[in-house]
C-alpha cells in the first residue's frame, strides 16, 4: 500500500512567515471536515466516518477492478490523499487536453471543480462519462459571471458601440459551460492562464476590443504584457443593475481595448505586495513566483508568473539550493516543497487558505463514485446539455488549436 504523504517541507521561516497548513492538511473522517467541507447530500452515510487509510484501501480496490475502463484526472490543488490516484495530473489546460485527445476509458473521475469537468465533457468522445466526485466543488470564481449577466452586459456593449463586431469575448476557463458556448457563438474563444497571451494576441487580430470575463486580475495581467496599458482596460462591475454600462463613463469605453469582468479568485487576491517584500527582506536571493490570478502589483513585483503546471515546472527545473516563494494555493506549494527537499520552498500568505471548494473532493466521495462504478452504477455524471456543448466546443477546439 502506498504511504500516505505527510508533509513537512522545510521551511526557515519564523512563525510570521510560516504558512499555518505547512505541515500538511490531513484528512479527516467526511463527517468531521467542517471548515471547508461542503456535503453532498447525496453521500451513503456508510462513507462518513471512514478514515484517510481505510478509504485508500477501498479506492485501490475499486480501481483494481475497474482498471482501463476508468482514468482518474487530477488538478494540481488536490490534496495528497486524492492526488496519488491521479492517473494525469495538471492544470486546467493539460487536463481538458487529456479529455480532449484520450477516448480509451470509459470513464473519466475529474477531481478538481465544476467547470473543469464541464470542460472534459465538452471534449470527451461521445461514449465517455465524466464524473465530479463532489458535485459541490465548484469555483467562486467562475459564479460571478452568471450567464444572464454577461449576456446582459454583452447588449449593453452593443448598445453603446452600436454593434459588437468589433469585440471579442474571452472566457477563462474557470466559468460555465453556458459562457464558453456564448463565447463559440459570437467569434470568441476560451482560454486557460497557461495560454491567455497567445489567446489575447489571436483576438486582438480579430477584433478593437476584448472583452474578458470572469476574472479581472488575468486580464489585466495579460493585456499589460502585450502592451495595453491600464488606462486602456475598463472594469465591468456586472454587480450594478442593468443599464448602467458596468459603472463606466462612456469616455472609458470608447478607450479601452479590454473590458475585463470585475471578478477575482479569493484564493489568489490574498496575496500582497507587502508579503513579497516580507520574503525578500529575509531572504534576499528568493525567486518569488505567483499565478497570474494574483493582483496586478503582485505580479509586478513576482520573478515570474504562470499556471500551475508552470509553477511545479520552474520549481523542478530550479537548482538545488534555490529558494523560492510561491503564491498559489497550499496543497500545491506543499506538494512541491516535499517533491523538492534540495531547495526551500515556501507560500508568500502566512495564513493560507486552501481553495476551498477543490478541497470538497474528499476521498470519501472518490470511494463512492468509484465503488459505485464497480456495481455498475453512474452516480455525479457531469451532463452539459447537447446545444451548449456544440458551442461551447467550438471555443474551445479554437483554443485547442493554438499553437
Ligand atoms: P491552472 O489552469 O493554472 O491550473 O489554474 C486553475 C485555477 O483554478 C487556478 O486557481
Ligand atoms: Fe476557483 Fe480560485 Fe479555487 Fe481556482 S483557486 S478553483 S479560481 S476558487
Redesign the pocket.
Known amino acids: 500500500m502506498a504511504e500516505l504523504l505527510t508533509l513537512t517541507p522545510p521551511n526557515p521561516f519564523d512563525v510570521a512567515l510560516q504558512c499555518e497548513t505547512d505541515t500538511g492538511i490531513a484528512t479527516l473522517p467526511l463527517s468531521q471536515e467542517l471548515s471547508f467541507g461542503s456535503w453532498q447530500r447525496g453521500i451513503p452515510a456508510e462513507y462518513w466516518e471512514l478514515d484517510a487509510e481505510e478509504l485508500t484501501r477501498r479506492i485501490r480496490m475499486a480501481r483494481a477492478t475497474l482498471g482501463s475502463r476508468v482514468v482518474i484526472l487530477g488538478?494540481?490543488y488536490q490534496r495528497e490523499d486524492i492526488i496519488q490516484f491521479a492517473d494525469e495530473r495538471g492544470?486546467?489546460?493539460a487536463l481538458a487536453q487529456y479529455a480532449a485527445e484520450r477516448p480509451e476509458s470509459e470513464y473519466i473521475v475529474f477531481c478538481g471543480v465544476h467547470f473543469m469537468a464541464e470542460a472534459a465533457d465538452i471534449l470527451a468522445a461521445p461514449h465517455q462519462r465524466v464524473i465530479l466526485p463532489n458535485l459541490e466543488a465548484g469555483?467562486s470564481m467562475a459564479d460571478m459571471a452568471s450567464d444572464p449577466d454577461v449576456r446582459a452586459a454583452w447588449a449593453e456593449l452593443g448598445e453603446h458601440f452600436g454593434g459588437t463586431e468589433d469585440i471579442i469575448p474571452v472566457t477563462y476557463?474557470?466559468s460555465a459551460a453556458s459562457l464558453k458556448a456564448f463565447c463559440g457563438e459570437n467569434g470568441g474563444i476560451v482560454c486557460?492562464?497557461?495560454n491567455a497571451t497567445k489567446v489575447l494576441q489571436w483576438a486582438f487580430e480579430r477584433g478593437k476590443r476584448v472583452f474578458f470575463f470572469p476574472d479581472q486580475h488575468l486580464g489585466r495581467n495579460t493585456g499589460h504584457a502585450l502592451g495595453v496599458t491600464l488606462d486602456q482596460m475598463a472594469l465591468w462591475n456586472w454587480r450594478l443593475p442593468n443599464g448602467r454600462l458596468g459603472g463606466l463613463e462612456g469616455e472609458a469605453l470608447d478607450r479601452s481595448r479590454i473590458i475585463l469582468w470585475q471578478g477575482h479568485?479569493s484564493?489568489?487576491q490574498r496575496f500582497s505586495l507587502t508579503q513579497i517584500e516580507a520574503a525578500r527582506a529575509k531572504y534576499p536571493t528568493a525567486k518569488i513566483i505567483v499565478?497570474p490570478?494574483c493582483r496586478y502589483d503582485v505580479v509586478q513585483a513576482a520573478d515570474a508568473n504562470g499556471?500551475?503546471?508552470f509553477i511545479a515546472k520552474y520549481v523542478a527545473e530550479a537548482p538545488a539550493g534555490s529558494v523560492i516563494g510561491i503564491g498559489t494555493?497550499i496543497n500545491l506549494v506543499s506538494r512541491l516543497a516535499h517533491e523538492n527537499p534540495d531547495k526551500t520552498i515556501f507560500c508568500l500568505d502566512p495564513v493560507v487558505c486552501p481553495?476551498s471548494t477543490m478541497y470538497r473532493v474528499h476521498p470519501a466521495y472518490l470511494a463512492w463514485v468509484m465503488e459505485s462504478l464497480v456495481r455498475g452504477e453512474v452516480v455525479n455524471e457531469i451532463n452539459v446539455p447537447d446545444e451548449t456543448k456544440l458551442h461551447a466546443r467550438v471555443a474551445l477546439e479554437r483554443m485547442l488549436a493554438l499553437k
Open positions: 488538478h494540481h492544470d486546467s489546460f469555483c476557463m474557470n486557460t492562464s497557461s479568485c484564493v489568489h499565478h490570478e499556471s500551475t503546471a494555493e481553495c
